[in-house]
């Protein structure tokens, strides 16, 4: 066995049982149990998840994000967003005119993500028709109709093993040109 899949092996055993401890919030984020959809107009911030990740609301409304983490996010998107952090029970609001499709995401944790689809969905989809807003109301209870965020699974082994297999291919890329190197000298 070379080094390099000693060295592999040796971080799998280490980090799996550490996988299995961690919950989503902590594992690094991304929405774990797959999309949700919903309909009213608040996404709540939870286990490092958009709650629903698909929701669906008319031209002229307005949607209101809350963190209910306990740590920051942000909301990402195209002309339009919440490109600061949003601490833990901070709500962001944007309002969409037009019909279409608008995409965003928490650049904070990978795979965290979702979607407003505004109307038929059909259409531009652009910053331009998204209004930003002070939020300066109080919080309206929860009014999201979807499904509870799922645990992580094992979503979470497969990303611990994809992670060790890619660390062992990278030592093993950087032994081969090490010999390649030292054959040449």
């Known amino acids: 066995m070379t080094r390099a899949m000693r060295v592999a092996t040796a971080i799998t055993i280490a980090v799996l049982p550490l996988v299995g401890a961690a919950g989503p919030a902590r594992a690094g984020g991304g929405c ?15 286990d490092a998840c958009f709650t629903p990740t698909i929701l669906h609301v008319n031209p002229g409304q307005t949607v209101t994000w809350i963190n209910e983490d306990t740590f920051p996010h942000n909301i990402t998107a195209n002309g339009w967003g919440h490109f600061d952090d949003l601490q833990p029970k901070d709500p962001f609001a944007a309002t969409f005119a037009r019909d279409g499709l608008y995409p965003f995401a928490c650049t904070l944790h990978p795979g965290m993500s979702g979607v407003i689809v505004v109307g038929s969905g059909e259409g531009p989809g652009s910053g331009s028709a998204v209004e930003v807003t002070p939020f300066d109301v109080a919080i309206p ?45």
């Open 32 to 46: 774990h149990g797959g999309a949700t959809q919903g309909t009213g107009t608040t996404i709540r911030i939870v």
């Open 141 to 185: 209870p929860s009014d999201v109709a979807n499904d509870p965020p799922a645990g992580s699974g094992g979503r979470m082994t497969a990303a611990a093993v994809g992670l060790a297999l890619g660390l062992a291919g990278g030592l093993g890329v950087a032994e081969v040109r090490r010999r390649k190197a030292a054959a040449t000298r």
